[in-house]
């Protein structure tokens, strides 16, 4: 495997437009050959989605979804550039596989860049502290908090999530590949996900208690 360094991935990006992890994978998947990768980022539908990525997108829908008989509940936001892709089936379906997705993934945010400097600060010191307390070298503590950093991000950003339906691509790689066949920039601008009972304290009933106070009565 050829070393993919910071300069390919840069230079792969001023050549399509495409995000800086599709470049990075797209030199892995092609171990490192520039003209290749940018094949592979145009087949994907990476490169002509990061042309778009620019224009404005304000119209859309607000969705709904409801799980598991009322007891999880979803409303998600997503943007395009026009009324008239906003109606089609093709979009809606989108809307409601996104709806979907974070009611089963439990995401908090939409992108990484979301995540508060504060949350990721707080995250940075607990994986630090869990790699000392496993006896790794100090040296390698900082390399090691950043790939588990990657793997939380992973988990909580709705984008660089596994998409439900299709584990082998994530929610971004969808999202692009809409973009590309519907021929407009899409966004996904934002979401609310409700849990019954989320946050209350749950009534424990002393079953012991219950029944001796049914033998005092």
Not at 20 to 29: G, H, R, S, T, V
């Amino acid at each position: 495997m050829a070393e993919i360094t910071a300069a390919m991935v840069k230079e792969l990006r001023e050549r399509t437009g495409a995000g800086m992890m599709d470049c990075k994978k797209a030199l892995m998947e092609t171990n490192g050959d520039m003209e290749k990768a940018v094949d592979f980022l145009r087949e994907k539908g990476l490169a002509a989605a990061a042309k778009k990525a620019g224009r404005i997108a304000a119209e859309g829908v607000v969705d709904a979804y409801i799980h598991g008989g009322g007891r999880i509940g979803v409303l998600v936001e997503v943007n395009c550039e026009t009324d008239f892709v906003a109606k089609t089936d093709e979009f809606r379906l989108f809307v409601r596989d996104i709806a979907m997705q974070v009611a089963a993934a439990r995401p908090e945010y939409v992108r990484r860049e979301d995540v508060p400097e504060h949350v990721i600060a707080r995250e940075k010191e607990v994986l630090a502290a869990q790699a000392a307390n496993e006896g790794k070298p100090e040296k390698v503590i900082e390399k090691i908090v950043q790939g588990r950093l990657d793997k939380f991000f992973k988990e909580v950003c709705l984008l660089e999530q596994p998409f439900i339906k299709n584990p082998d691509i994530t929610v971004q790689e969808l999202l692009n590949e809409k973009i590309a066949k519907i021929g407009e920039n899409i966004v996904i601008r934002r979401f609310t996900r409700y849990e019954l009972g989320e946050g209350l304290a749950k009534r424990q009933d002393d079953f012991a208690e219950q029944v001796a106070a049914m033998t005092r009565s």
